[in-house]
């Protein structure tokens, strides 16, 4: 009972979210995980920001306490239980929901006190992460640019600012069979859901990963279980300046398509693990999972008109 009436608590000022946990068919699975400390989110190494001005992306093993893990992806089984998921939108060139087998639960709430449903580390994990990739650039550069802005006095740190009251955040869920082809998290100015909240575009994504089913404390194997993030090397600046004012193609044709090319890098989505990058930069996919795969994910937002 003590850990039921701690979850419970957690979700106090959520009322919808209560109704539907209340409900007996929902309780009977999944199950309660026996929580014994849910810490705040960590600060953010110092290796992050290094990451994300040279490669763009940025990857913090162990984030994520084992008791977090359990307790987000009971919030996470919960609701898909509950049946409050649904299938999840593409932002692919072709804009095919083939390319995309996976659906979410969207996190932020305006009617909420922390401006997102579930347990609080929700919020405070956006806010963690906000805060570390304020007035960094949201732009990636190679090494030559790096250089050259170096040399002219210059830094991936920025006047430049993100907009916290537009990010997003959601649970997705990849049940057996799930992928996601090759994207990018902004699609294109014109489309109109590429700016949903306003004039802003997203300008970092962040995944934390809960690892698979409930109580499963086997470790995540990419090659037995599938499922990895596969993530390319960032597009060039002017491909992204390309994107930015509202082109999808180059003289060699889709903006960052990655067919045929080997040089990826596959991070597995082990359970507490952390990453976040540029969205406007990198190109990535999820491959085929053989293992239902939760994670909690968010995109965080700037004014892109700044950045073109």
């Known amino acids: 009972m003590a850990i039921l009436s701690s979850v419970l608590l957690c ?88 390319l995309r087998r996976c659906s979410q639960f969207w996190l932020q709430d305006v009617e909420s006190e922390s401006g997102y449903l579930g347990p609080e580390y929700i919020s405070e994990l956006v806010a963690t992460i906000e805060d570390e990739v304020d007035g960094t650039c949201p732009l990636s550069r190679n090494k030559r640019e790096r250089e050259a802005s170096a040399a002219a006095g210059e830094s991936d740190a920025t006047d430049q600012r993100i907009h916290r009251l537009e990010t997003e955040a959601a649970y997705l869920y990849y049940n057996e069979g799930g992928y996601y082809d090759w994207h990018f998290d902004t699609p294109h100015k014109h489309n109109p859901s590429a700016v949903p909240t306003g004039y802003h575009r997203r300008a970092f994504s962040f995944l934390l990963y809960l690892g698979g089913h409930e109580n499963n404390a086997k470790p995540w194997n990419a090659e037995e279980d599938g499922g990895a993030l596969r993530v390319y090397p960032h597009i060039s600046l002017e491909d992204q300046q390309i994107r930015i004012n509202g082109a999808m193609k180059n003289v060699e044709g889709h903006v960052g398509d990655p067919t045929g090319r080997t040089d990826y890098t596959d991070i597995t989505p082990q359970e507490g693990t952390l990453v976040i990058f540029k969205s406007e930069a990198i190109c990535h996919q999820v491959l085929k999972t053989n293992r239902k795969r939760l994670v909690v994910v968010g995109w965080i937002h700037g004014d892109f008109n700044e950045y073109g």
């Open 11 to 98: 979700l106090a000022s959520q009322p919808r979210l209560i109704q539907a946990f209340s409900a007996s068919t929902i309780l009977r699975e999944p199950t309660i995980p026996d929580v014994l400390h849910v810490s705040r989110p960590a600060k953010i190494p110092p290796s992050v920001a290094i990451d994300l001005a040279t490669d763009g992306v940025a990857v913090v093993d162990n984030y994520a306490c084992p008791d977090t893990v359990n307790l987000l992806r009971f919030d996470a089984l919960r609701l898909q239980h509950a049946g409050q998921d649904h299938p999840a939108g593409v932002s692919h060139p072709s804009g095919s929901r083939e």
